[in-house]
């Protein structure tokens, strides 16, 4: 064999080094490859910019067909869920997005029952990811657990109502929860910050548990650790949104016009958006591990401790498993029938002993 033939192996990693040091690395590529998904959930009530702050967080129409009800549809209106599901991409990493609107939360006269389709969703997420995780092929498991829950409050109130109170107690157990302060730019600097202090009292009082920031590790960077202290100190997020872009001082900007100026949405100074979605982007690894290690392992619990079975999967396999499956059950059936057969001849065997012994 001649040495033109013989093609020389390239080592990547310098000599005295094993190279497990690269494992990051393929975790990285092997995310990147498969994708990420994530849902978030938006719940307050109508006309608070829910669908607005969406599209301007993620810089997407996620409602391009959608109507709005009149007055006389809203009194008629019950509470449902919305779904929207879009593909993200971004320098080569790809998201599987799905926000869940809640249209009519909150637009009743009587709201007591309100929440019920809310909890329901989010507990039928829940036991769909059982059933999938309980199945034969878990290879494919989409994951359609509600990761994040923007809850909107009103700035025109005083803090929290009671219905928001009674909803986040509900769901504080079940999801992230995050407090956003809607609309903010109908309130000045010193209003919001009283109105934050004011609706944090009111979750400390009544035991309500939000998402809280993980705490940074001594081993961070100090401008990672100062970002993190920001945010912590920016909950509840007072934020606005606006999908129009104006342009101001030379520079295009999205942002509200209105005859005293121009409000910034991605102006530090003028609310919290940044903040908010750096938080959603930074930790949202970490709301999906929560999620899973926290939530739904208490709906696990609390599902298999009441001893009842899970329900078997409802989705099809894929056709050569279900040939596998066929064949296997034929020839189970097969040495089944034999074995009976078998059993047969032994019990009249043993029949004509007993009779032909005296």
């Known amino acids: 064999m001649s040495n033109d033939s013989i093609k020389s192996f390239n080592n990547l990693e310098s000599p005295g080094f094993v190279g497990f040091a690269n494992l990051p690395n393929q975790v990285h590529r092997k995310s990147v490859k498969k994708g990420f998904e994530f849902t978030l959930m938006v719940v307050g009530e109508s006309g608070l910019g829910k669908s607005t702050l969406v599209n301007s967080l993620f810089l997407t129409d996620l409602y391009p067909e959608r109507t709005i009800p009149d007055a006389i549809a809203k009194t008629k209106q019950t509470v449902k869920l919305d779904a929207s599901t879009v593909e993200i991409e971004e320098r080569g990493v790809k998201l599987r997005l799905t926000v869940v609107d809640t249209p009519g939360f909150g637009d009743a006269i009587d709201n007591s029952d309100s929440f019920r389709a809310i909890i329901q969703y989010i507990d039928e997420q829940y036991e769909r990811f059982l059933k999938d995780e309980s199945g034969l092929n878990r290879r ?29 107690k509900k769901l504080h157990n079940k999801v992230n929860i995050v ?43 100090e401008d990672y650790k100062e970002q ?27 942002g509200r016009f209105y005859p005293w100026g121009v409000v910034e949405v991605e102006n530090p100074e003028h609310c919290d958006f940044i903040k908010l979605r750096t938080m959603l982007i930074t930790h949202m690894q970490d709301l999906q591990e929560v999620t899973q290690e926290v939530h739904y392992e208490n709906y696990r619990s609390e599902r298999l401790a009441k001893g009842v079975p899970v329900p078997k999967r409802t989705t099809s396999l894929p056709e050569h498993e279900k040939n596998a499956g066929s064949e296997k059950d034929r020839i189970l059936l097969e040495k089944e029938a034999e074995l009976k057969r078998m059993q047969d001849v032994i019990a009249k065997m043993q029949a004509q002993i007993q009779q032909q012994t005296p």
Do not use: W
């Open 228 to 254: 993190v202290k920001q945010l912590k100190e920016a909950v509840p997020f007072a934020v606005c949104g606006a999908n129009q872009l104006l342009e101001v001082r030379g520079k295009k900007v999205r």
């Open 179 to 221: 407090p956003v302060i809607a609309k903010s730019d109908v309130l000045t600097k010193k209003e919001i910050q009283k109105l934050k202090k004011r609706i944090l009292e009111e979750i400390n009082a009544n035991g309500i548990k939000i998402y809280p920031l993980p705490d940074c590790d001594s081993d961070e960077d």
């Open 140 to 168: 494919h498991i989409i994951d359609n657990r509600v990761h994040c829950c923007f809850y909107f409050v009103s700035p025109f109130g005083h803090g929290l109502k009671p219905l928001d109170i009674e909803l986040m």
